[in-house]
DNA sequence: GATGAATGAGGATTCATTCAT
DNA sequence: AATGAATGAATCCTCATTCAT
């Protein structure tokens, strides 16, 4: 309902740091502990401010991951948008391939607090302006399969982008590191999915 | 460490219901609040039981979910494994078809139930006898896989069952219902997969 | 207040067993866990009886440990009245050294239970009937020391009884086991408040 | 296993005085209704503070009382420093003498709160720092004694210190306020204790 | 802006005791 | 007589959040 969002905008450089300690402590805390460890008060400590400063920035526990999570979206569809402006003229395998690694170089960057973010984020209500990221990202996926002539393209948006996240999760919960492969193989399933227009 | 199990084998009639309604309980909880509503307070109270018969047979509130999600993996092995005696010499893409719809099979019979506790699921430290299930689970689909000629079959096990577990979960949040068409188009991208060999 | 008494009297051989193997229940777990982990439910079930029939002999969990307290006392009384009968013509020191003695015999008959069942007396409101035993073991040492012709022999009995105890306590916490020495040591001090009347 | 400390260090002013206030509505409860009635509850409502402020500092029930008895054992320690250099040049009975009495300085102080605070001591397991504060009273004594040329200083030790608190237990137990009175019957003890070398 | 002490509602868990069978 | 399931008051403890300094 109430739209989480920042209480104050950090104007000064310290106050930008402060912030940014906050993010990356929640996020050591969730890989370390999960999402039963995240406290404020654990927080504010490992990010060597104290409560009270948290709460200048961030309303409420949920806020600062919010932000984390608004943070990876928000990145995540930069490399999409990245990805489709790469794959003008390319064909739909070649499309596929390019989309898929991009949607797993937010793991590339921090495979454990990629990891852990997106299990917090299951289990918390989606903030207005996440929402709107993930509908510009569907819509961006939509997008190139209407391109490509793909009916039914945003329920394959939606089907592609839950392979996709289901996969990388178990993988990198599995120890795996090395993306190129699991890029590769998501794209396989991904165009099997496509193709096969005869299901 | 410590396993997660029962703390008191319920004997009498009265017993095994009071456990019965525990567990009904948080699946209806989690359902209706997610994670963050369960508390043994609420359980016992919706539960109609009193705190301390909860506890009488959960040593705490993971506990109960542990319990809830052997349950629920226990009956997806046997979904599989009748799935897998009635493939008996069909080909991999009937095969594949009928272990994907067999995988859904706890979805169907109660799609709110199953989605909730596989959220919860993910942020709960494993007991050891569902490892156990999760290992036969896997075991399983690798035979399958391995008696049809694939090749890295852990590796794919890994993938279509975080392919299927994932898709299924964001098509039972998106409202779907019809899981004959989801489980068609999960074993397209499985089928995808698995015979685009020369990935 | 309310006199803690047995709430039925055990007429049947079966009923007096479960009794006692209720109290050695208790003295078992107050010796492994100290009074903390004594609890009727464990008492019974370390006893092999139910709760329900703890409650038949026993009105509370207190009424347990008044009984071994009282038990432990009535037992000490007997040891002294059969060492003040042999002690028939002694002089002081050698009366001293008998009675000394015959009050560690609890402690050498089980060191380990006396020793947590003193300690657990010091947190327990006293029940009319042990306090009886106390005036009578009080009044036996008041009177020895009398015929004697010790003065103040009220407060004196009080000083001896408090030393040994106190004595007893630090020597068996200590894991000293020769009830012989100690008994030595303790009639020395005894010897010596009694004997220093020009103080 | 774990030292039971103070969690957090106050710093400020206010802080100290949350401490100080904790610890004193601890001492009056365990007075009043001993140590059954001591919960964290209690004390922070005598306290004047809430249970949160309680755990701020004090990691349990048990810390509180802990702390309590730390402090009680280092005043003592800091009375039998101070007697021990008084008796210079002393002989064995006046030295025993002042070690007595400066044994029961902190029961003169607070009758019933020592009383209360070492009959509860005898229900707890020994944090690291108490015990290393005992140690340090027994190695006090234990010098006393070997430069008075006592034999076996250590057990002698024990036996009057165990002799020293079980007499003074039970003096203020039984009302009594005469602390110098009691003093004395103690020395007559130990000193008959120390000089029948002849056992 | 920052601090950290204080708050207290909320939730987990225990255990003495009762009572239907 | 015995059983053991059920009760729920009592207690412990946490943590999101506020606010005086």
């Known amino acids: 309902m109430t739209e989480i969002i920042l ?41 060597g401010v104290s409560v009270g400063t948290l709460y200048q920035y961030y309303p409420s526990k949920e806020a600062i991951l919010a932000e984390m999570i608004r ?15 790469a794959t003008e003229g390319s064909d739909l395998r070649a499309t596929v391939r390019l989309l898929v690694a ?26 207005g302006e996440t929402a709107d990221l993930k509908a510009r990202i569907g819509a961006l ?14 329920q394959a948006a939606q089907d592609l982008s839950a392979m996709t996240q289901g996969m990388a999760q178990a993988a990198v919960t599995a120890g795996e590191a090395d993306f190129d ?3 590769g193989r998501i794209s396989r399933a991904a165009i099997g999915y496509l193709e096969s227009g005869c299901n």
Chains 1, 2, 3, 4 share one sequence.
Do not use: Y
């Open 181 to 183: 492969a699991l890029a």
């Open 7 to 47: 209480r104050k905008q950090p104007r000064q450089a310290r106050a930008r740091a402060s912030c940014a300690a906050i993010r990356e402590a929640a996020a050591r805390i969730l890989v370390q502990g999960g999402a039963g460890a995240l406290n404020t008060n654990a927080v504010a400590e490992v990010a």
């Open 102 to 127: 991009a949607s797993l170089d937010h793991h590339r960057r921090d495979p454990a607090g990629a990891e852990a973010l997106e299990r917090a984020e299951a289990a918390l209500p989606m903030d």
């Open 71 to 85: 943070e990876m979206r928000g990145a995540m569809l930069a490399d999409l948008e990245r990805a489709r402006d």
């Open 141 to 154: 996926v939509i997008g190139v399969l209407q391109r490509h002539g793909i009916a039914a393209a945003a």
